[in-house]
């Protein structure tokens, strides 16, 4: 559709816009504004927003469209508000408009055509016209004020975003912005816009009961405020930044004010706030601020000229100061009954994104308004607004009428608090920006080590992105090197994952904390407590101070001059008279002070001393000073000079049951002057001097000020006096009888202070004057001794600089110490102090008690850690382990977790191991080459599983299965290489009938956290860790133990026919099977656990199901796995020796009872029993077979680890030592023919030549037996009767040289040994031998008893271990002829069913790329192979590499998600998948999965989960290492506690 036809008449679009109404009805000219009119009738439909961005290239469309969109803003305003889908149609709108008015040429075009700013301005104020109410604050019954209700939809859902958002985006064009802060009649408007928000979301004090229901409209709130009046206030201001656009500033300052002086008259402000009020929100009082800090800060105004007169002042500051003593309030509890709500507003008024637009400017006000009033006016109105005037009297009791005394302390640190922020923040009083950029990450990283990401979210920035104000001038990153170390992630023990963290510097902490900063920025109280306390380890660790420090004192930047008039707080007597009577009362021990009010008085104290006006004159007496002043309490009003000034009787109004009504006063007295209503009803404060009393008191102070003012600011006659609004507000309840008292002080400041110091410190005299030894500290006071300490290095530092301001107060100092100070007289104490103290001395008594307690809980701890963790001591509890009670003649005693009895095991009331059962296929991932697999990245890169463990064995028995006959093929491997079972214990045993009322208790018990009790689980009672099952300890007495491990003298022969015989009596298991026993009960209980534990297709490979022959296969393969896996935890080698690596949590012994006793109950056919052909020589059975039968698996084709199993589970238990050896020797001499076996097939036939000849030279030398050449050379004659090598050649060793043989028969049989040993520790106890690696062999072997007696390692060879039964080379003859046989029939297998060398790597993880974005790209948009769709939660096995579709309905089968299916298909239950598009990692365990964390962090060693920040994310190697070793030691469920139930469906 051509152009031509959209805008047919665009001409007349810019119509005399100017006199129809904005709101008016819209009259449409052409074909655009029809589309538009219906697009937007229809809340903008995706497809019409497309066509008609679509054109948007084509500029006089561009032109027209935007008039068009302009002329239909109120339309869009109207639709908006009656939308249902108001977020979508939201982001449809800004879709639109950020492209036609991000564009500052059109937007100026736009502007001075069609009154843009006007329309939006006069659009928005409409859209909240909508939603007014009346404004409660102040004057409920008068008030003409009218605010926004924050519980309309309107604010409640954001619906004015899109528009405010488009206003902001304008104002970000110098020239619109020029144009607006230009019209006067605009910035009216706006003020008036602005002033709708002012005083909104009011929270009212509830007194007596509590809210019943907490609203949460101040959500709306604070994001309005943000949003609407903020955002455009930032954006307005970043084009007031040179001298040129004073005159803006100017306009704007103006209009504020007067809006903020309609909106008094409105609420008919006085002078006095309405108690129990508070809103937290005054835009316009912010407004007012912000100006003025830019006025000054960059525009060079002169700050007197724009601000009102002091009347106004009086009334701005009231409401922010409001808000402080609210905030206050609320941290001391008194707003409880408003519900967690209202603490919710304190803190969202302080944190980061809102304080520079929220407390910020309010404190920045503040500061004005101090600078520029009365100081003791401002500083009375600070304590009453802090409900504290009360509490600030000599006496020692006193009623405050306003505040209950539970909360006068924390209301009076909260009142000095805010003073020392108001006194020393600069943060818009003449810091740079590069300056406060640093102070506020320094406060940052001093509350907590932050991640890079936390710090960017937590350090204020410039709430307007479009303002170019980027924070500081200095890169965010350059101040973060500089004031902070990067700590890499790391792991701590339990396994919670650690983010890459910086924190702050050693000199950071030695010179910029700022514990004033720190106080300002937390949002949660206790943050402030662990800024402190990470402070007090740094002073402690670099050995600056030992003890519990204070706060430090920070040296401020300089005041900028416009703000000089702060200082003047510092240096007014109402101040220094509080300091004084604080300082008075701490030192008497008055209740409700603590030592943060101590710290506070200090801190004003020395901020005072820092900033002096001028040095006063020395000359001034001290004397002539007395004489001169009858008024008050303090001479002058400069503190250097008040400091030594001595106060000697104050008058008091107290209790009549004060202690000190008691006292007579002194004769000088006079009582009189304490008429007024004022001062009765509230504290006064009074200095007896030469005979008159002077009535002091704060508020009548302020009063009386404030008076002056207002008569000083209007001469009408009608308007001199203002009614006291303040008397309706009094206190209920009567007035407390008060009574005249004085008291007899006779201190000054100095001499209070040098007396805290030896309160402090616990000694008399403990203060002398460092500068009567070493002058040098008056002239360099800067001394490093001095910067960090408690309250005493904080006095010493004020008495300094106290001497260094002035001679006289040095002269005073030290003749206040010479006078030796007597001890503070011990004060009578009344009944109610007394009852405080008790408290606080039972308090602190309880402390005591607590912290004992607690130590020794944790020493109690400790030793359980040591004797149920994995503390490597393996005989430190006998108990625990029996193998290692050698010692003890006595049976096993138990302890029972649950009913804390110990004792044996017995037949009928059985022990049992807390064990947990899981399937794994750890061991059958397996390879064999050292290269670790790569996850697929590319299409080639794709992995096969053949050359895993678990695929060779799968085909070995196959191939076995098809040539041979199935019973016996079923005891030549080993299964569970796949769906393995693995058995681990946390050590702890319980009574199995305690277990199952246990069982019954957790059953009845529905709050269930993540394990479910059907399937049998728990978590064991004592260490919690996560449990299946209970194994039961076979109650065996452990007598002669020692005995049976001597060695025995019985020839080798005699051995023999033992264990066959032993084999043979079936019967004689010693708990007799036919007795049903509870203890044989749950053995076969637990027996069938463990076969319900792994799937039934890792159980079944018989040919016949179900045959016996299959679970006689599974049982013993049960032991191999658990044997194999600790070899594997071990490292793959036993050269680290020692006890089992989980020495306490070995269950292996009493796992083989079990065992044992139901594989004893399947006898073996004594003609097949193959310990008969392993020791006898008999005649070839297999030459009788009849023609269809299959053969026997030969002899040398069975795998020697399973035959060992096989003859030990099912000899009669206990076993003998002695039977053991034999059994291991005779599977040594099998074991050994073996590897001559696949040596000989590996050579090539010259060598096999070589070999069978040297070999029968040497045949009938003594040592024949015991030679490798001469069996080699045996072995090699026998199997070239049959067809064996002929079948072509295999692979050559390289290099046949005798060492390189020796080598290679060692390696073969080392699995092997490996296996016996740790069955012989497990079996019989005694610690493993310790060895280097290529030593392992040797030291393996003499601790089977294999070598008779240890030769020096030159001459040794493995052919020494051999001990042959019958003689060697009939044996051998006799099982070689059984493979010749079987190569007449299948010559073509012969060699490939040869046992060959086993070199399986570790289990590993496939290996990650370092960079995710190489993942990401690869499998985001991958096709899954299963439903041909990409998937919309793409996965990735980290075992296999499959890809899969998590939650995908797609792959469902049989109702299991294809996640859930895979996890059994791969890791018989374990799945570990990385999710592609959050770059997180679940575990998948059985019918349970929790999230891991990620393996990917960014360059500041931050996860990114979810990628929403969307930086590139680099492999972290030891996460994936953690991984990785949770997986191999099947540690998942005991280290990840967020576990759930997927219900199949992930």
């Not at 559709?1 to 009805?25: F, Y």
């Not at 001469?715 to 009574?739: C, D, F, I, Y």
Request: glycine letters at 4%; hydrophobic letters at 35%; a negative charge.
């Amino acid at each position: 559709m051509g152009l031509s036809l959209l805008i047919p008449a665009r001409t007349s679009l810019i119509s005399d816009h100017e006199d129809q109404s904005i709101m008016d009805v819209l009259k449409h000219k052409c074909f655009l504004e029809e589309l538009l009119f219906w697009t937007i009738k229809y809340e903008f439909p995706q497809k019409m927003v497309t066509f008609l961005l679509n054109m948007l290239p084509d500029q006089d469309y561009k032109i027209a469209f935007t008039k068009t969109f302009v002329q239909h803003y109120a339309f869009i305003m109207k639709t908006l508000k009656k939308s249902h889908e108001s977020d979508t149609m939201s982001n449809r709108i800004v879709h639109i408009s950020v492209q036609l008015f991000s564009n500052e040429e059109l937007a100026r075009q736009v502007t001075e055509e069609c009154q843009l700013l006007d329309i939006m301005v006069t659009v928005l104020l409409y859209m909240m016209e909508s939603c007014l109410i009346k404004s409660e604050l102040q004057d409920e019954e008068n008030s003409l004020h009218v605010v926004v209700n924050c519980g309309e939809a309107l604010l409640k859902n954001n619906t004015y975003w899109p528009l405010v958002s488009d206003f902001i985006n304008i104002l970000s064009h110098q020239s619109v912005a020029k144009k607006f802060l230009e019209d006067h009649g605009l910035l009216v408007t706006w003020m008036n816009f602005v002033s709708f928000f002012q005083g909104m979301n009011l929270n009212k004090r509830e007194l007596n009961e509590h809210v019943e229901f907490e609203s949460q409209t101040y959500y709306a709130a604070f994001a309005a405020e943000l949003e609407a009046c903020a955002q455009p206030m930032w954006g307005l201001l970043s084009h007031c930044k040179v001298r040129e656009t004073q005159e803006y500033t100017r306009n704007v300052v103006r209009y504020c004010l007067e809006a903020l002086q309609d909106w008094f008259d409105a609420i008919n402000f006085v002078d006095e706030p309405a108690p129990n009020q508070v809103t937290f929100h005054l835009p316009l009082h912010r407004y007012f601020a912000m100006f003025l800090s830019k006025a000054v800060k960059c525009q060079e105004l002169d700050l007197d000229t724009i601000l009102p007169d002091q009347e106004m002042l009086m009334k701005l500051m009231i409401h922010p100061l409001q808000i402080q003593a609210s905030l206050s309030e609320i941290h001391s509890n008194m707003w409880v009954r408003n519900g967690l709500q209202i603490k919710g507003q304190a803190m969202t008024y302080v944190q980061s994104h809102f304080c520079n637009s929220m407390i910020d400017p309010d404190i920045y006000l503040l500061q004005v308004c101090a600078s520029r009033l009365d100081p003791d006016y401002f500083i009375s109105s600070v304590f009453e607004r802090f409900k504290v005037v009360d509490l600030l009297t000599m006496a020692s009791q006193h009623q405050n009428t306003v505040l209950d005394s539970e909360h006068e302390r924390s209301m009076l640190e909260g009142a000095l608090t805010f003073l020392v922020l108001l006194l020393s923040l600069r943060l818009h009083l003449g810091m740079t920006d590069d300056e406060i950029l640093r102070a506020e990450m320094v406060a940052q990283l001093c509350m907590n080590d932050r991640t890079h990401s936390s710090l960017l979210d937590l350090i204020p920035e410039n709430p307007n992105p479009k303002s170019g104000i980027i924070p500081g001038s200095l890169s965010f990153e350059s101040v973060l090197s500089a004031v902070a170390d990067f700590k890499a992630p790391v792991f701590e023990p339990g396994g919670s994952m650690q983010q890459g963290m910086y924190t702050p510097k050693a000199e950071v902490w030695d010179k910029e904390f700022d514990p004033v900063m720190v106080i300002l920025r937390t949002v949660y109280r206790r943050d402030v407590q662990s800024a402190m306390d990470r402070y007090t380890a740094f002073l402690k660790q670099s050995s600056k101070f030992p003890g519990n420090p204070w706060p430090p004192y920070k040296k401020r930047t300089p005041l900028h001059p416009s703000y000089k008039g702060l200082i003047k707080l510092l240096h007014c007597k109402t101040l220094h008279i509080v300091l004084f009577t604080l300082l008075y009362k701490i030192l008497m021990d008055h209740q409700n002070l603590s030592e943060h009010v101590l710290c506070m008085v200090l801190y004003l104290i020395e901020l005072g001393l820092e900033n002096s006006p001028e040095q006063e004159s020395d000359e001034e007496e001290s004397a002539g000073g007395q004489e001169r002043c009858h008024d008050s309490w303090f001479p002058g009003s400069n503190l250097v000079s008040n400091m030594r000034h001595f106060i000697n009787y104050v008058r008091v109004r107290v209790p009549e049951t004060a202690p000190e009504v008691k006292r007579e006063p002194p004769a000088s007295t006079s009582s009189d002057g304490l008429t007024s209503s004022q001062s009765s009803r509230r504290k006064s404060l009074h200095r007896e001097n030469s005979g008159t009393a002077q009535v002091f008191s704060l508020v009548a102070e302020r009063r009386k000020k404030f008076q002056e003012i207002i008569n000083r600011n209007n001469s009408e006659a009608n308007q001199v006096v203002r009614p006291k609004t303040s008397m309706k507000w009094s206190a209920p309840g009567a007035t407390p009888q008060l009574t005249t008292a004085i008291l007899e002080v006779k201190e000054s400041i100095l001499s209070l202070l040098i007396k805290l110091h030896h309160k402090l410190s616990g000694k008399q005299n403990s203060y002398y004057p460092p500068w009567l030894d070493d002058v040098d500290v008056l002239i360099h006071p800067e001394i490093p001794r001095y910067s960090h300490g408690d309250g005493m290095t904080a006095v010493e530092r004020i008495l300094l600089k106290a001497a260094i301001q002035s001679r006289l107060n040095k002269r005073i100092i030290e003749e206040i110490c010479r006078k030796v100070t007597p001890p503070v007289p011990p004060k009578k104490i009344s009944s109610a102090e007394k009852k405080t103290l008790d408290k606080e001395e039972r308090r602190q008594k309880a402390r005591e008690r607590q912290q004992k307690l607690l130590a020794e809980f944790a020493s109690r701890q400790k030793s359980f850690m040591e004797t149920a963790m994995d503390v490597e001591s393996p005989d430190a509890d006998i108990a625990m382990e029996i193998a290692t009670s050698e010692q003890h003649v006595s049976e096993a005693i138990y302890d029972c977790v649950i009913c804390g009895q110990s004792g044996p095991s017995t037949e009928d009331r059985p022990t049992g191991l807390v064990v947990l059962l899981q399937a794994s296929s750890v061991l059958g991932q397996c390879r064999n080459s050292t290269e670790p697999k790569k996850l697929p990245t590319t299409e080639e890169e794709q992995i096969y599983p053949w050359d895993t463990c678990a695929a060779l064995h799968d085909v070995r028995l196959t191939t076995l299965q098809r040539y041979f006959k199935d019973s016996s093929c079923l005891q030549a491997v080993s299964i569970g290489w796949e769906g393995g079972v693995y058995v681990q214990t946390c050590g702890h045993t319980l009574h199995i009938d305690c277990h199952k009322s246990y069982m019954e208790s957790l059953r009845n018990d529905q709050v269930l956290q993540g394990f479910s009790v059907d399937k049998g689980e728990f978590t064991c009672p004592l260490c919690r860790q996560f449990a299946n099952s209970v194994l039961p300890c076979y109650p065996g007495n452990n007598v002669e133990r020692s005995l049976w491990q001597s060695h025995s003298n019985k020839c080798m022969r005699d051995l023999v026919q033992e264990v066959e015989d032993l084999q043979e009596q079936l019967g004689a298991f010693p708990v007799s099977i036919s007795s049903e026993t509870n203890l044989s009960k749950e053995m076969e209980s637990v027996m069938k656990d463990i076969k319900s534990t792994t799937q039934k297709k890792y159980t079944d490979y018989s040919k016949s199901p179900g045959s016996p022959d299959n679970d006689f296969l599974f049982m013993y393969s049960v032991a191999r796995t658990n044997l194999e896996l600790e070899l594997v935890h071990r490292g793959g080698n036993l050269c680290s020796g020692g006890a089992s690596t989980s020495g306490k949590r070995s269950c292996l012994n009493q796992l083989f009872h079990v065992l044992a006793m139901h594989m004893r109950l399947y006898s073996i056919d004594s003609a097949y029993n193959p310990w008969r052909k392993l020791t006898q020589l008999m005649q070839d059975k297999n030459s009788e077979l009849k023609s269809e039968e299959l053969p026997e698996v030969p002899v040398l084709y069975r795998d020697v680890s399973s035959l060992l199993l096989i003859q030990i589970l099912t000899m009669p238990q206990p076993l003998h030592k002695e039977h053991f050896t034999c059994i291991i020797k005779v599977l040594f001499t099998l074991l050994y023919t073996q590897a001559l076996a696949a040596l000989s097939v590996k050579c090539s036939a010259e060598d096999r030549m070589a070999w069978k000849e040297s070999g029968a030279l040497k045949k009938n030398t003594s040592s024949g037996e015991k030679s490798w050449e001469v069996l080699l050379g045996h072995v090699v004659s026998q199997l070239s009767k049959g067809k064996i090598y002929e079948e072509g050649e295999t692979e050559e060793l390289t290099v046949v040289n005798p060492d390189s043989v020796e080598c290679y028969l060692q390696q073969f049989c080392l699995p092997f040994l490996r296996i016996t040993s740790l069955l012989q520790h497990h079996l019989f106890g005694g610690d493993l031998p310790s060895c280097q690696e290529d030593e392992e062999f040797t030291v393996l072997a003499s601790c089977l008893g294999l070598l008779p007696s240890f030769q020096s390692s030159h001459q040794f060879t493995s052919a020494s271990c051999l001990d042959w039964p019958v003689p060697a080379f009939d044996m051998i003859s006799q099982w070689c002829s059984e493979l010749a046989s079987f190569a007449d029939r299948h010559p073509d297998q012969v060699k490939a069913l040869l046992i060959q060398e086993p070199k399986w790597d570790l289990p590993r993880l496939l290996q990650l790329p370092e960079n995710y974005n190489t993942i990401f790209q690869y499998y985001h948009r991958k096709t899954c192979t299963v439903c041909t769709k990409v998937p919309k939660d793409p996965a990735v096995c980290l075992v296999c590499g499959t890809f899969v579709c998590l939650k995908g309905l797609c792959c469902k089968q049989q109702s299991y998600c294809e996640c859930v299916l895979h996890s059994q298909n791969c890791g018989a239950g374990t799945g570990i998948f990385l999710l592609i598009n959050a770059s997180v990692i679940i575990i998948i365990r059985g019918h349970r999965f929790c999230l891991w964390g990620s393996v990917y962090l960014d360059a500041h060693g931050e996860e990114d989960r979810d990628l929403r920040r969307g930086k590139p994310l680099y492999i972290c190697k030891e996460r994936y290492k953690v991984l990785e070793q949770q997986w191999v030691s099947h540690t998942f469920d005991h280290i990840n506690k967020r576990w759930g139930p997927h219900y199949n469906g992930l």
